[in-house]
């Protein structure tokens, strides 16, 4: 595996269902973001990671939550979702958190919540 | 408050019609512009970082330039394999990433 890979690709799940999104970097990098991408509208940051640590929880509703066991491994726990949350969730790494360093993107989750 | 806005919207162009989107921004302290491609179903492909005006990178038929203001993508005899919504995004002095919304690309032979 190379890059940066997520798994489900696509998940549907009920207003009540818990699941949960993984994301794994093969990229030797330090920091994991999750992203929100809805139709016409920019990518919206969640949350990010650097060496293991949270250092960005962009008011996310608490139905969401995120959980990195080390520097390869990102996670994004979900339940008791809303309709409103149907999205294509994006995990990105990069070298490190700060600036000037490019992120780089998985394929994506594509979620529906019914 | 940091803004990205990108234009047009949505092109449509003829196979080796050159054209330019752009990328305008107003953002405090820029630490970096990035150009990124995203074709359907599939997460961002980075392209190009632009760190300070006049900078200018190129990548087979794609050259991206950058001004105080803002930045351009110029397709030069684009190919149908073009076609993609192309994103920008800058990162200032918060170090996060704001996305504009994507110009998504045509080219039709």
């Known amino acids: 595996e190379t890059g940066v890979t997520q798994t489900p690709r696509h998940l549907v799940m009920g207003m009540t269902n818990k699941k949960s999104l993984k994301c794994e970097q093969h990229l030797g990098h330090n920091a994991m973001y999750w992203y929100k991408q809805s139709a016409k509208k920019p990518l919206e940051l969640m949350f990010v990671?650097?060496?293991?640590?949270?250092?960005e929880n962009n008011s996310v509703p608490s139905r969401f939550s995120p959980e990195c066991p080390n520097s390869s491994h990102l996670f994004l726990h979900l339940h008791t979702l809303q309709p409103e949350d149907s999205a294509l969730y994006l995990c990105a790494s990069s070298p490190l958190g700060g600036s000037g360093y490019e992120q780089y993107f998985g394929p994506g989750t594509r979620l529906t919540v019914t | 408050e940091d803004q990205v806005t990108q234009s047009p919207e949505a092109l449509r162009l003829q196979e080796g019609e050159s054209s330019s989107l752009n990328c305008s921004y107003t953002v405090s302290g820029l630490r970096g512009l990035f150009w990124y491609r995203q074709d359907p179903g599939k997460g961002p492909e980075f392209l190009f970082t632009?760190?300070?005006a006049g900078e200018e990178k190129e990548k087979e038929r794609l050259k991206a330039t950058l001004t105080k203001k803002e930045s351009f993508l110029h397709i030069t005899a684009p190919k149908p394999e073009d076609s993609a919504t192309y994103l920008c995004a800058v990162q200032a002095s918060t170090d996060k990433l704001i996305f504009g919304t994507g110009t998504r690309l045509q080219v039709f032979p």
């Open positions: 632009l760190y300070s």
């Open positions: 990671y650097s060496l293991e640590e949270r250092v």
